[in-house]
């Protein structure tokens, strides 16, 4: 067996080792307003299986590819109840943000700043109904989400407050920064008047008309 191999081997039965310590002591910690009864039962069962299995024989012979399966199978069992512990974590965090964009964009569309005079009433007031929708579909989850018990799955995940976030941001953002229409350009010059075009002579006055007509001038030789 190659140095690679046994490296790659040692890595994987370290994360097997440090998985089944590291779940066994937050399951009591951390992870206990999440877990229900039976579930921690049968997660520390398998834990202990998997220990049992680590330092067997068996377990020191065995290939990369029979670690991982063991890790999967551990994980399938307990990311459920660290699930719960990370949403509940983040959701704080994401909510206020989510109410915050809100707003920040409830506001602009409102607002009588110069910046947004040239946008259509009609645009403006479709982001102040996006906006409603988003919050309602905001209270609705939270107002679920507080009926559950922790350990429990949530009512809706972080990742659909973001997407919502960004749902508004990019319905919200092209409308709000519309550039203003360019001024029309008025014509130059004296009302009236038109300039003459190439090739044209302009109008000549009476005199100058004369001048040209008589002939040559005293300056000529005889």
């Known amino acids: 067996m190659t140095g690679q191999l046994l490296t790659d081997l040692q890595e994987r039965k370290n994360a097997l080792e440090e998985f089944v310590y590291d779940t066994r002591s937050r399951l009591d910690e951390r992870y206990a307003p999440y877990v229900q009864a039976a579930e921690k039962e049968k997660i520390l069962v398998a834990l202990r299986e998997a220990e049992d299995w680590l330092y ?4 020191e012979d065995a290939t ?12 399938a069992l307990a990311d459920p109840v660290i699930n719960r512990y990370k949403e509940a974590e983040q959701r704080t965090r994401v909510v206020s943000e989510l109410r915050e964009t809100i707003n920040n964009y409830m506001s602009q569309a409102t607002s009588g700043d110069e910046r947004f005079a040239h946008i259509e ?58 550039p203003k229409p360019k001024p029309k350009v008025e014509p ?17 006055t ?3 008309e004369q001048k040209q007509d008589n002939g040559p001038t005293e300056m000529d030789v005889d």
């Not at 067997?56 to 377990?59: K, L, P, R």
């Not at 990369?64 to 994980?75: C, E, M, N, P, T």
């Not at 559950?148 to 973001?162: G, Q």
């Not at 130059?188 to 000549?204: A, I």
């Open 188 to 204: 130059t010059g004296t009302p009236g008047t038109e300039t003459p075009k190439t090739g044209q002579q302009t109008p000549q």
């Open 56 to 59: 067997s024989e068996e377990g």
């Open 121 to 178: 009433e009609k645009d403006k007031q479709s982001i102040v109904e996006k906006c409603a929708t988003i919050q309602k579909w905001l209270d609705d989850q939270m107002a679920r989400q507080s009926e559950r018990p922790k350990n429990v799955d949530p009512a809706f995940t972080a990742a659909e407050v973001l997407k919502k976030k960004d749902e508004i941001i990019y319905f919200a953002t092209p409308i709000l920064t519309r």
């Open 64 to 75: 990369k590819s029979v670690y991982v399966a063991r890790i999967d199978a551990l994980h």
């Open 206 to 208: 009476e005199g100058q």
